[in-house]
């Protein structure tokens, strides 16, 4: 075979013409890939040139690691060459292809040719499909052996300079009668020039080199995201941070980045064989572009510290490395549990007592199980660092050493239970992830880009399972108190940490472990663009915008709970996945209600004082006791500006929140209609708060309004047009939520007139 290589080259050499023009060839679109079996090194290469010409018969060669691919991978057969029709040597004409006699071969280890010869004459493949605009020559996929060993995958110009990648225009008159290069010789093209900075190892980079040598820099300035940085000798991010277009740790070094300071990479990061990569609690590393390496020849190292634990505590963990193993990492771990979402089944009694609210106790008690090998990328794990009773307490460290950084695009595939309604499979679907990168990463970017998630749950141990309270309670399933969430309207604490803003928030930190309820048979994909230079220092912190939280407590039993309003455009006055979540079935809660649903998280258009908010309430506690209700915090200017009213519609009262709290007793059950909260220091009537509340949508609607009545059943709905005629009348059976259909209704403004059990209201809507 390589007799016919070399034959067919020397053929081409000595009939056709050379001359100098400037061909480059580049790697693009590098990535590792897996089938499900191998790993596999993915790249396109593109071809372009300073002077326009048809592509005929053409090689190229290509150098590439031992390490990652073996000593002779033509041999081995682990290369081949895709070639798409969008690409050059996959163009076709009247349906056959353009180019044929495609031949792999070489003769030296570390190296593999590529040969194709012209098929159809220059006439029939088309003018001048070479320009400067770089074109998709060929797809290459080659098989790994070691897929965390360095690519260096390159093209060869100089182990053999008579042979090593030739290209010739394409020969022949315009006509289908295939290639005649006697009557009209084709000429090979010189001045061959490689580019394999897309390659995934260096990436493209402008700037130069800027080298630490130990003391200083060679440019003389820290560098930026334009230059291929090299450490030299030891660094310390505590002088300054880092960003760089490539970054290589090499002449046994060690970078350490420290505590709030990060490494910000555009693309490759290899640490060389006898150097250390030290990312320390707190401190941050990103890498930008997704189709991109961390190569790990030397030592790396990732450290997270949790808070201070006892011995009924635990948190929620994963890894930010690639191969990290259960005894490796969590060895000193007294419990390291993995979640089956296949065994979770909603508790009945939760499910009996609190139907509109989520639930994350397990009928069985069997969904976590002792875990024991490799740790899932993506994946949260539930560590108990002490034996129980130990009376031991302290932070517990971890250190992630095996495998490389992960980076790019990952995915965690979801388990979802189908058991009845869409709302009851979601309830039983908790999955519990992890953030698998060594820095922060954007919630707000994550639930937006995967539509499986509509909010995400903190779980965290505050406190022992608490069997003294009259009412339900089971000590074998985890307290739902302590489980803080977050959606795209904000975050609210864990009910058993006093409730406010503080104990979840837009970012998550590197290895922090959360769940969330998965609503369909989809992947969580996580990637580089959700990850932050900073936000990656102690698990909790928040954005400032309009919201208010509210909380309740009693004191006999320590119960707490507390509810988010947010006030943002984005959201409706319906119900939106993204902005709205259901509260928790805690042993007590406030909650507002909407569409039916009770929210622990709401969404609501911009804030105006006119705006009345109805709120619920929930006890387990069977005895009277006294419950205590006060402003969280507030956030955003208009919020802080307004006045909070609480008005009780049981006692009729109206108290200023901004300026007191409000107290009143309860025994066990749910009072959905006694609170509201309004922003007017005019005291409204009872029958006028519940009319206020009344809300529809969407408006201007298309073909099903929403009427929405959370204080008062709505008994009848009628519609009337702008001269006052009657154009449909409807009963709704005492319901607090109506669906009108619109579709037949002309486009125009219309007035509906609602009539409740408090009452009659008349609000106008727009028919799209």
């Known amino acids: 075979m390589k007799k016919s290589i070399i034959l067919f080259t020397l053929l081409l050499l000595i009939k056709f013409v050379a001359i100098a023009q400037n061909i480059t060839l580049s790697i693009e679109n590098a990535a590792i890939t897996n089938d499900g079996t191998d790993d596999y090194y993915e790249m396109d290469v593109y071809i372009e040139t300073d002077a326009d010409y048809i592509q005929g018969s053409g090689q190229f060669f290509l150098n590439y690691n031992e390490a990652a691919f073996g000593s002779n991978i033509f041999a081995s057969g682990g290369i081949t060459y895709e070639r798409p029709l969008t ?11 353009n180019y044929n006699t495609f031949v792999v071969n070489d003769n030296i280890t570390s190296r593999v040719s590529y040969l194709w010869q012209q098929f159809w004459s220059s006439g029939a493949i088309g003018a001048d499909n070479i ?11 080659m098989k790994m052996i070691d897929v965390g060993a360095s690519t260096d995958v390159c093209f060869d110009d100089f182990s053999h300079p008579a042979f090593d990648d030739q290209f010739f225009t394409a020969c022949g008159p315009t006509t289908f009668a295939g290639a005649d290069c006697f009557n009209y010789p084709g000429t090979q093209i010189l001045d061959y020039q490689p580019d394999c900075s897309g390659a995934g190892t260096t990436g493209t ?3 130069g080199d800027n080298i630490w040598d130990g003391s200083s820099w060679s440019k003389g300035s820290s560098p930026t995201l334009t230059e291929n940085v090299f450490i030299n000798g030891n660094y310390d991010t505590a002088s300054a941070s880092i960003d760089a277009c490539t970054l290589v740790v090499d002449n046994n070094s060690t970078l350490t980045v420290s505590a709030n300071t990060y490494v910000n990479v555009d693309y490759a990061i290899t640490v060389e064989l006898g150097s250390t990569l030290n990312i320390l609690n707190n401190g941050s590393l990103v890498q930008i572009d997704e189709a991109v390496d961390a190569i790990n020849n030397g030592s790396i190292s990732v450290e997270r510290i949790t808070p201070l634990l006892t011995d009924d505590d635990f948190s929620i963990m994963g890894s930010p490395m690639s191969a990290e193993t259960r005894d490796d990492v969590y060895g000193a771990a007294a419990l390291v549990r993995y979640h089956d979402t296949n065994l979770f089944s909603p508790h009945t009694q939760v499910t009996a007592d609190d139907p509109d609210a989520e639930n994350f106790a397990d009928q069985e ?6 875990h024991t090998g490799a740790i899932t990328v993506g994946e949260g794990y539930l560590v108990k660092p002490f034996a129980n009773n130990s009376g031991s307490s302290g932070n517990f460290t971890t250190n992630y050493t095996i495998g490389t950084l992960n980076e790019g695009v990952l995915k965690f595939t979801t388990i979802y239970n189908n058991i009845g309604t869409t709302e009851e499979n979601q309830n039983a679907s908790p999955n519990i992830l992890a953030n698998p990168y060594a820095s922060a990463i954007d919630a707000d970017s994550l639930i ?13 141990h505050i406190s022992a399972p608490n069997p003294t309270y009259p009412g339900y309670n089971n000590s074998a399933n985890y307290d739902m ?10 975050g609210i604490a864990a009910a058993n940490n006093g409730g406010g803003a503080q104990a979840s928030n837009q970012f998550i930190p590197s290895g922090q472990g959360f769940g969330i309820k998965a609503n369909a048979v989809e992947e969580v994909e996580f990637n580089n663009a959700m990850r932050v230079k900073d936000q990656n220092d102690g698990y909790r912190n928040n954005e400032t915008i309009d919201r208010l939280y509210v909380k309740v407590s009693n004191e006999t039993y320590g119960l707490k709970s507390s509810f988010l309003v947010a006030f943002t455009e984005n959201a409706t006055n319906g119900y939106d996945r993204n902005y709205d979540a259901k509260r928790l079935a805690t042993p007590v809660s406030l909650y507002s209600l909407n569409s039916e649903r009770e929210l622990g998280i709401q969404g609501i258009p911009v804030f105006n004082e006119d705006q009345i908010i109805p709120l619920g309430f929930s006890t387990k506690v069977e005895e009277l006791q006294e419950y205590n209700i006060s402003i969280g915090s507030i956030e955003g200017e208009l919020l802080s500006q307004a006045t909070v009213y609480l008005k009780d519609n049981l006692l009729n009262t109206v108290t200023n929140l901004s300026e007191i709290d409000y107290s009143f007793t309860a025994n066990v059950g749910h009072q959905t209609n006694r609170f509201v909260i309004v922003f007017s220091n005019e005291i409204l009537g009872t029958n006028e708060v519940s009319l206020e509340s009344i809300s529809l949508y969407p408006n201007p609607a298309q073909s099903i309004l929403t009427i929405s009545s959370p204080l008062a059943a709505i008994t ?26 619109v579709t037949k209704l002309k486009s125009a403004v219309y007035f509906v007139k609602i009539d409740t059990e408090k009452g009659t209201i008349t609000k106008r809507i727009i028919k799209e």
């Open 87 to 97: 690409s050059i040597l996959g163009s076709q004409t009247v349906g056959v292809d």
């Open 131 to 141: 320009t400067s605009v770089p074109v998709l020559l060929v797809h290459v996929k």
């Open 205 to 207: 980079c402008g700037g």
């Open 365 to 370: 008690g069997d969904n976590w199980i002792n």
């Open 448 to 460: 937006t880009n995967n539509s499986v998630v509509d909010a995400i749950y903190y779980w965290e």
């Open 481 to 490: 108190g302590d489980i803080s969430m977050y959606n795209l309207s904000g």
């Open 716 to 741: 009848s709905v009628e519609v009337f047009d702008l001269r006052g005629r009657k154009v449909s009348a409807t009963n709704s059976n005492y319901q607090n939520s109506y669906q009108l259909d």
